[in-house]
């Protein structure tokens, strides 16, 4: 009966140590997603506020959807599910039309004032 209990014990061990080592242990393939998504972020991390829609235009590009010229979510060049959110203070014109409505005009010298961090979300088409 106690080789019975010890081979139970070294069998439950063994199994223990073996799925321990094998969630320790990334596929290369995770590894590369990882790394990719590390690189990724420390790029988008680049834009911060005070720098120009032209410096945040390096790292994004305009998506579609409702914007204004002050306002507008942008995509990741190297993954448009990869989103942030920008604020802008307009350069060299008013904020608002002499109607009072929010300017539409975009403009590269334009001062990010607030971006979002980064979020996943599907495409917006127009």
């Known amino acids: 009966m106690s080789k019975v209990v010890v081979l139970f014990v070294a069998s439950v061990v063994s199994l223990v140590l073996t799925v321990s080592a094998l969630s320790v242990q990334s596929p290369p393939q995770s590894q590369e997603q990882t790394e990719w998504i590390a690189h990724s972020l420390k790029q988008m991390q680049t834009v911060k506020v005070g ?3 032209a410096d945040l235009l390096k790292v994004f590009t305009t998506e579609g959807g409702l914007s204004s010229g002050l306002n507008r ?3 990741y060049r190297q ?8 604020e802008f203070e307009p350069v060299g014109r008013p904020a608002r039309d002499g ?3 929010v300017t539409l005009i975009e403009a590269n010298e334009d001062v990010i004032k ?8 599907w495409g917006v088409t127009d």
């Open 51 to 53: 720098m120009t829609r």
């Open 73 to 75: 979510t942008y995509v």
């Open 79 to 86: 993954c448009p599910l990869i989103k942030v959110d920008v």
């Open 99 to 101: 109607e009072g409505r």
């Open 114 to 121: 607030k971006v979002s961090k980064p979020y996943l979300e």
